[in-house]
């Protein structure tokens, strides 16, 4: 793979497997892996620990203003974690109750510009894969590639059953498919940065692909892009 450092952005739905193409490529290339979807939950978390009003747009800045968001690396895995406040809550943030939560409060304007601006400072330095569902229309727009994710809707609610179903066997397929459908609806609708596909992004539809097969597929185009980049330079 080029030495030629680029800027990676994966965009899709809900239970795509954008974070997991996005932690296979960061690993593979050496780059900083940024789960903006997790700075998102780790937000929620905290409004829901604190019960913030969420109309309240005095109560918003103020919790706002007592976050601080990093991602530190897993020395087992290799892999950089979400902590809230220095509290590791990587585990917390996947549960239901702040997945019932989390396109609400990450449609509140403040809270978008908040994340927003820690993500783009994180990625001064290119050299970074971030998954969302804003990254290349709103934080990277200038990114050398942009991936929008895609799946069979019952594929992406089976995905998501089976990672809720570990650690709450009481979980339902209905329940997760109405979080799911809520959630595009949110996503899709919200009048901040809704998600979209950036008119320059691959398409990747992963409904038929295994996990080894998307990373090659995307591997390929990160090679074009890099060397796209070393011809304009």
């Keep these: 793979m080029s030495a030629h450092k680029i800027i990676i952005a994966i965009d899709g739905y809900s239970s795509c497997g954008k974070s997991t193409l996005a932690k296979q490529c960061a690993k593979r290339l ?55 406040n220095d509290e590791n809550v990587e585990h917390l943030i996947r549960e239901m109750l702040v997945a019932d939560k989390v396109s609400e409060v990450a449609a509140i304007r403040e809270v978008r510009s908040f994340a927003v601006a820690q993500q783009k400072k994180m990625g001064r330095k290119k050299a970074i894969v971030m998954d969302g569902r804003d990254i290349g229309t709103v934080v990277f727009p200038e990114a050398e590639l942009k991936i929008f994710m895609t799946a069979d809707a019952d594929i992406r609610v089976m995905r998501r059953f089976e990672e809720l179903y570990l650690t709450n066997p009481h979980i339902s397929i209905d329940e997760v498919r109405h979080n799911l459908e809520l959630r595009d609806h949110i996503d899709a609708n919200r009048e901040e940065s809704p998600l979209r596909q950036a008119d320059d992004a691959i398409v990747l539809d992963n409904s038929s692909l295994t996990r080894e097969e998307q990373l090659e597929i995307v591997l390929e185009w990160i090679k074009d892009r890099a060397t796209d980049r070393v011809a304009a330079n």
């Design 30 to 84: 050496g780059y900083t892996y940024v789960d903006s979807g997790a700075m998102y939950r780790a937000i929620t978390l905290y409004f829901i620990r604190h019960t913030i009003d969420i109309s309240n747009h005095d109560h918003i800045l103020d919790a706002l203003a007592s976050i601080h968001l990093s991602f530190v690396v897993n020395e087992s895995s290799g892999i950089s974690e979400i902590h809230l």
